[in-house]
């Protein structure tokens, strides 16, 4: 039983924490965020729960994007975490 309770506290962490996936330079996807704060083809800034993500690169585009879920595409340079 105890270890039921253990595996539901860390799936509650995990609802609440963002997943980030960069794959290769071209696409990057983050689940759990909370919003996109700035938008520009050379950068985008997006809120979690701890602070932001800054992605940098060129041609920048928000291919998809849902209450849970953000798809980034173009030629990501630089991808910065920024806590509170």
């Given at each position: 039983m105890r270890k039921i309770q253990?595996?539901?506290q860390r799936e509650n962490v995990l609802s609440v924490l963002p997943i980030v996936e960069?794959?290769?330079q071209g696409r990057l996807?983050?689940?759990n965020?909370?919003?996109v704060l700035?938008?520009?083809p050379n950068m985008i800034k997006i809120k979690v729960s701890y602070g932001c993500i800054i992605v940098e690169g060129n041609?920048?585009?928000?291919?998809?994007m849902s209450r849970v879920k953000l798809a980034i595409?173009?030629?990501i340079n630089c991808l910065q975490?920024?806590?509170?």
């Open positions: 253990q595996f539901r960069l794959v290769g996807l983050i689940e965020h909370q919003g700035s938008y520009a041609e920048l585009q928000l291919m998809e595409c173009g030629r975490i920024l806590g509170r």
